[in-house]
């Protein structure tokens, strides 16, 4: 698989869904860290990552240590607005990990702090953006990886 995408906390299901498909359709593995906002048979998660979801490969975590402990010796990615390299900056790589936080409030400052040198943002062009939606932010950054990987 080309790229990981990892979502830890995801608190809306229909962004949760949307990129189960986009990681689908990226060749991408899909790796969710707990607690979620949502039930994982939540209707709206399905109905956004339609009859997709059967052939996704997913990944659950208990927590975010849990995740960590099971992927520390992997290449990773953080995406945050509170980094100063641009996401076109991102080393990538085959099996990269790319991490975003939930949608209320992004990554925990404990690894934004911990991980500074491997923080990425997507610039944003007006002062009137704190960020973009979680589905788009991945979409953007998965298919600028695979440009570069391919």
Do not use: C
């Amino acid at each position: 698989m080309p790229l990981n995408i990892v979502l830890i906390e995801p608190e809306i299901p229909n962004n949760t869904g949307n990129i189960g498909r986009l990681a689908l359709a990226s060749g991408s593995n899909l790796h969710l860290v707990k607690p979620f906002g949502f039930q994982i048979d939540d209707s709206r998660l399905k109905r956004a990552g339609l009859d997709y979801w059967q052939h996704l490969n997913v990944f659950y975590y208990d927590n975010i240590d849990d995740f960590f402990f099971k992927n520390k010796d992997q290449a990773m990615a953080f995406l945050s607005s509170h980094g100063s390299k641009n996401h076109w900056d991102i080393p990538f790589q085959n099996d990269l990990f790319l991490i975003f936080g939930k949608e209320s409030v992004g990554l925990p400052k404990s690894i934004i702090k911990k991980h500074k040198q491997h923080l990425y943002k997507i610039p944003l062009f007006s002062k009137h953006v704190r960020s973009l939606n979680l589905a788009n932010a991945v979409g953007i950054v998965v298919y600028e990886g695979l440009k570069s990987i391919s």
